[in-house]
Nanobody, 126 residues
Framework: VQLQAYGGGLVQAGDSLRLSCAAS????????AGWFRQAPGKEREFVAV????????RYGDSVKGRFTISRDNIKNTVTLQLATLKPEDTAVYYC????????????????????WGQGTQVTVSS
């Protein structure tokens, strides 16, 4: 599967932004999908993940309550809605995918994902 993330931009603190990840391939519904981010000089950080059916989601502590992940298995897209943005949310955001069985909890570690998009920059000014 190939992934392409888009929707980043420059916003002010407190603003909202929506990131999308478009996936190629007819079997995307068999993949858990996640979002990670990486700020300059820092390691890639888990942001959110959604199971292949969309029935299970999990968030990183730093974004819990502010970000929302969702997916559309007809359109083969995964969306990350960012709200109440803070300057510390500034990073390159990456979408990722891993093929899983239906009952499995989705992975959250960088090393567990097999497919990655190219990243989209989010910059939050104070």
């Amino acid at each position: 599967v190939q992934l392409q993330a888009y929707g980043g931009g420059l916003v002010q603190a407190g603003d909202s932004l929506r990131l999308s990840c478009a996936a190629s391939g007819r079997t995307f519904r068999e993949y858990a999908a996640g979002w990670f981010r990486q700020a300059p000089g820092k390691e890639r950080e888990f942001v959110a993940v959604i199971s292949r059916s969309g029935g299970f989601v999990r968030y990183g502590d730093s974004v819990k309550g502010r970000f929302t992940i969702s997916r559309d298995n007809i359109k083969n897209t995964v969306t990350l809605q960012l709200a109440t943005l803070k300057p510390e949310d500034t990073a390159v955001y990456y979408c990722a995918a891993r093929r899983t069985i239906l009952t499995a909890q989705p992975p959250i570690l960088v090393s567990e994902f097999d497919y990655w998009g190219q990243g989209t920059q989010v910059t939050v000014s104070s």
